[in-house]
């Protein structure tokens, strides 16, 4: 019976996932998975149901579409933002959710797309971006490719201002991502400041006026093209706080706080898949899998395990790789994780404690 139960809830449409008492997901159906991962959190509906042992049950669904014509006035909608119409592209909900909080504050309109298509379609049916946020590796279509696509495109909508953002740090990426037709390039995690500085230089520079030569001045510190400095030794912290405090100086206690916690989710998710394809010897999959973990891990302060990661990537990335390295590199990334996760959600809560109203 409990077989049967299984099989169902992976089939079901519904994203249906449980947790235990330590907020640590126990199962998530393929739906669930797919939903958390692809869909901006605004367009799900939750459901959550907690269980007699501290468990909870979640079980997610996409908001109900709107008409064609509709969606076409809501999506048009987005240019009426009082400083500008910012698309952030980026496969990772929580990275999407980090640079939205930043955006919003400074008064930005958004909206995001979770692949380089969707980001197409959005710009044929006319959203008209003053910026765009573009992740240097997405699936479906990546972000360097989307940028040559936009390019090409008719009228004013190719002269589209794009900074690429990219967790890669054992290659130039800067040079290749402005050979693709980039404005700029920042690494992840983002600096709150440096990105503000960056984006309205461009955007100014788009309009026409004149630039703000301090703007400049503070970019032109680290926009030098180069290769990136390689990494420390993975004696760091596994959780490095300063990160955890600017972000949340930046996004604010809500903001951080959720996408924390979107974060964990995410990751839970991304560890299963890499262990399942470590167990098919799937190491493409895995690549992909702990790129997209090096770059969310650092913007969450995972010091640690961001490195790691960063490791695992040069050993793909080399020309002729030791399998065997590869396979420890990356089972080491699965055995880590969980740790650094746990760090991060304890930090979560005693900045939920400290902040919480005292009686």
Not at 42 to 47: A, P, R, T
């Amino acid at each position: 019976m409990e077989t049967k139960i299984i099989e169902s809830l992976n089939q079901a449409q519904a994203g249906i996932a449980l947790f235990d008492a330590e907020e640590r997901i126990v199962f998530a159906n393929p739906a669930w998975e797919q939903l958390i991962s692809g869909v901006a959190e605004e367009d799900l509906i939750f459901n959550e149901t907690e269980l007699a042992d501290g468990g909870m049950i979640s079980v997610c669904f996409v908001k109900p579409q709107v008409p064609q014509s509709e969606r076409l006035d809501l999506a048009s909608s987005a240019n009426d933002a009082k400083i500008g119409t910012i698309i952030i592209a980026d496969d990772s909900e929580s990275n999407r959710m980090v640079a939205r909080r930043i955006l919003q504050a400074e008064g930005y309109g958004i909206v995001e797309a979770s692949n380089g298509q969707t980001v197409l379609n959005m710009l044929k049916r006319g959203v008209n971006a003053d910026l765009i946020l573009m992740d240097v590796e997405m699936p479906d279509m990546d972000g360097l490719h989307t940028t040559r696509r936009i390019r090409h495109m008719s009228g004013p909508v190719a002269r589209t201002p794009i900074i690429a953002l990219s967790a890669h740090q054992s290659r130039d990426w800067n040079v290749i991502a402005r050979q693709s037709g980039v404005d700029d390039f920042i690494n992840k995690p983002i600096q709150r400041q440096k990105l503000i500085d960056t984006m309205q230089e461009l955007i100014t520079r788009r309009s026409g006026t004149n630039v703000d030569p301090n703007a400049a001045q503070k970019r032109s510190k680290g926009a030098r093209i180069g290769r990136p400095p390689r990494p420390e030794s993975l004696t760091s912290p596994v959780l490095d706080v300063r990160i955890l405090e600017q972000l949340y100086t930046d996004a604010g206690d809500e903001g951080a706080g959720c996408g924390i916690e979107i974060f964990i989710n995410e990751t839970e998710s991304r560890l299963v898949k890499i262990d399942k394809a470590l167990s098919e010897d799937d190491m493409t999959t895995v690549r992909n899998e702990v790129h997209a973990l090096k770059s969310t891990s650092g913007t969450f302060g995972l010091r640690q395990l961001s490195e790691l990661c960063e490791t695992t990537q040069s050993e793909f990335e080399d020309n002729d790789p030791d399998e065997n390295r590869l396979l420890s590199l990356s089972r080491q990334v699965v055995q880590l994780a969980p740790t650094a996760l746990t760090a991060l959600n304890l930090y979560r809560r005693s900045r939920n404690i400290s902040s919480a109203p005292h009686v």
